[in-house]
């Protein structure tokens, strides 16, 4: 399984664009790239995923070059609610996930 | 919106006796997870199943054992629960296909006096 290198953690203020970027050098060439958002006390919450190029959706912008190796998940305009610990993941054909440590994102007013 | 239940939410329990997680999804999802994790920590995968009397044991050991007899129940047991039991376990179902994100319930946080 593919192993992720996020950054622990990252301030931000309200209203500001966050990037948060997410090595994956051994990803395989079937996994899909799949961020998760997780708050206190709940389950992780699916946010956006892709396999190359540029996705987008109504939360967020995901960002993959042409190596896969990295991706970066681009918050627009964040607000309080945004703070909470975000996941990068390599999806395989099994569906078996590996949570790294994720980052932990403050959003500040 | 949630279309994977947990229950209890939470559970206080004394040493030594058998609990059942419950985790049901109305998404009719082949594959169900259950994770452990934590405060602060990362998720851990215990248990997985693909189907019906599909199950199969995850990255992290655990004492813990799971049934799949119906597809939209995946129930997780401890025979005789310890304070080294104590966690939040949190239950996911995803579809078939290598592009299919996992769907969380909001865990249930258990503690072991």
């Known amino acids: 399984l593919a192993k992720t290198t996020q950054p622990i953690s990252m301030d931000s203020y309200e209203g500001q664009e966050v990037n948060i970027t997410c090595s994956h050098n051994?990803?395989?060439?079937?996994?899909?790239i799949t961020w998760y958002q997780q708050f206190p006390s709940q389950g992780p919450r699916f946010i956006i995923q892709g396999y190359k190029t540029k996705v987008t959706n109504e939360v967020a912008s995901l960002f993959i070059p042409a190596d896969r190796k990295s991706s970066t998940l681009s918050l627009p305009r964040v607000s309080l609610s945004d703070t909470a610990v975000y996941y990068c993941l390599p999806n395989n054909a099994g569906n078996m996930l590996t949570f790294g440590g994720g980052t932990r994102l403050m959003v500040k007013p | 919106e949630a279309d994977i239940y947990q229950t209890p939410r939470y559970l206080v329990i004394g040493t030594g006796k058998k609990i059942t997680l419950e985790c049901s999804q109305t998404?009719?999802?082949?594959?169900m997870y259950w994770y452990q994790q934590d405060p602060g920590m990362e998720l851990h995968l215990i248990h997985y199943s693909y189907g019906v009397n599909s199950t199969e044991k995850g990255d992290l050991s655990s004492e813990s054992t799971v049934s799949r007899i119906r597809t939209e129940h995946f129930p997780l047991t401890l025979e005789s629960a310890r304070p080294s039991h104590t966690s939040q376990y949190l239950c996911?179902?995803?579809?078939?296909?290598?592009?299919?994100?996992?769907?969380f319930g909001d865990g249930t946080r258990l503690s072991i006096l």
């Open positions: 998404m009719g999802h082949d594959k």
């Open positions: 051994n990803i395989a060439t079937n996994d899909y």
């Open positions: 996911a179902s995803s579809d078939l296909g290598r592009d299919q994100p996992q769907h």
